[in-house]
């Protein structure tokens, strides 16, 4: 367990609130703070701050500002969410949706590559899909 000042975090905190989070929690945090004083600091080099008139994507990286802890967090889970989901199909159904969705190989293509039709894939990744919401139901 870390402790940290939620003033430093939080902009619209102006008192000094300390509270212990996990040690998980507070790399997310660290992460963040890097990553915004970096963002700050290609700013302030490529003098963004003046000038959207450049065409190399200076102006593109100085204007994205990074996500905050809790959006971090929540993609993380969503992401260990999604696996998990994938990880209860049959195994001809995982090795179809991640080649379809993680790959980007088309039906045809995935059809060729097993030897069956083009709409047995499509049942099997509607099957699958069907499959796959009815587990992240249980978490929402």
């Known amino acids: 367990m870390k ?3 939620l003033k430093d975090y939080y902009a619209h905190i102006t008192v000094d609130t300390y509270i212990d989070i996990p040690d998980e929690v507070f790399d997310i945090f660290e992460e963040y703070r890097k ?7 290609r700013v302030h080099y490529h003098k963004a701050y003046y000038s959207l008139d450049c065409d190399d994507g200076i102006e ?4 994205f500002v ?15 969410q999604l696996h998990a989901a994938v990880a209860t199909l049959p195994d001809k159904q ?4 991640y080649a379809h969705y993680f790959l980007g190989m088309s039906k045809v293509a995935i059809a060729k590559a097993e030897g069956v039709s083009k ?18 139901k249980r978490f929402y």
């Not at 990553?35 to 600091?41: K, L, N």
């Open 66 to 80: 990074s996500l905050s802890p809790d959006e971090i967090y929540e993609r993380k889970l969503t992401r260990e």
């Open 119 to 136: 709409a047995t894939i499509g049942q099997s990744l509607k099957a699958a899909l069907k499959s796959m919401e009815h587990f992240l």
């Open 3 to 5: 402790t940290i000042n």
């Open 35 to 41: 990553a915004e004083q970096a963002h700050q600091s």
């Open 94 to 97: 995982a090795k179809r949706i």
């Open 60 to 63: 593109h990286s100085a204007l």
